[in-house]
């Protein structure tokens, strides 16, 4: 049973450029939820997908923006970046919408804009 | 913003003491997860503990829950070498909508626990 993966493992890009990550969610489940979690904190919500649609959304600014596939894999992406958005971008799946299950995350993607 | 606020933010012991982490969050929850991170990597999922529980054991791990003084308290006993990480706490945010709602976590900034052989 595999646990949910994430591509790719690290990615340096500089400022201004644009960026897609990408993650499967964990065989069974159909919500994914992407995290920001920059050196010495705590993971920060983005937003969340289910059944194709942003459902919620954390304090991003619109660079950050998301898809969600019929296969519920999902990107991430992130236009104009800016050194600050730096950080360790994690990937969380969850069964059904409207339940409180627990979130599988994956082992992220490091990010650094030089 | 962060909810929870782990405490203490580092902690380290000897292989076998116990460790005891502790949480504070600011507003109404409908349950609390604790995590498990090495060294900047994924987070493994520990415990989750309901608003409406109090204890829950797993393992070498109990969890406490007070809603009243909005804190929670993750002890490790007989800890391991392997023990050796960064915990954080997460609170659910439900949030109502149509078609229903789902809940986002909101995590601290952790505890980094090191037990040395």
């Known amino acids: 049973d595999a646990g949910v993966t994430q591509s790719p493992t690290h990615l340096i890009k500089t400022r201004g450029q644009q960026v897609t990550l990408r993650c499967s969610p964990k065989?069974?489940?159909?919500?994914v939820s992407w995290y920001q979690q920059a050196l010495g904190q705590g993971p920060q919500f983005i937003f969340q997908y289910y059944e194709e649609e942003e459902r919620q959304r954390g304090n991003f600014p619109d660079r950050f923006s998301g898809h969600q596939f019929p296969n519920y894999s999902s990107e991430l992406n992130v236009n104009a970046l800016l050194l600050g958005d730096s950080a360790l971008y994690l990937c969380a799946s969850s069964f059904g919408w409207g339940v409180q299950e627990t979130q599988y995350f994956g082992p992220g993607t490091r990010l650094l804009v030089l | 913003s962060q909810q929870g606020e782990e405490d203490p933010q580092a902690l380290s012991i000897q292989e076998g003491e116990n460790a005891t982490m502790n949480c504070s969050y600011k507003t109404s929850i409908n349950n609390l997860q604790w995590y498990r991170q090495n060294s900047g990597r994924g987070l493994v999922h520990l415990i989750l503990?309901?608003?409406?529980?109090r204890e829950k054991h797993s393992g070498r791990l109990r969890v406490t829950l007070d809603t009243s003084k909005k804190s929670s308290s993750l002890l490790i006993t007989a800890s391991r070498a392997a023990d050796t990480a960064s915990y954080f706490c997460?609170?659910?945010?439900?949030?109502?909508?149509?078609?229903?709602?789902?809940?986002?976590?909101?995590f601290g900034k952790g505890t980094l626990l090191t037990v040395n052989p």
């Open positions: 065989s069974g489940h159909d919500t």
């Open positions: 503990i309901r608003s409406n529980e």
């Open positions: 997460a609170t659910d945010d439900k949030r109502g909508g149509s078609g229903g709602s789902n809940y986002k976590l909101t």
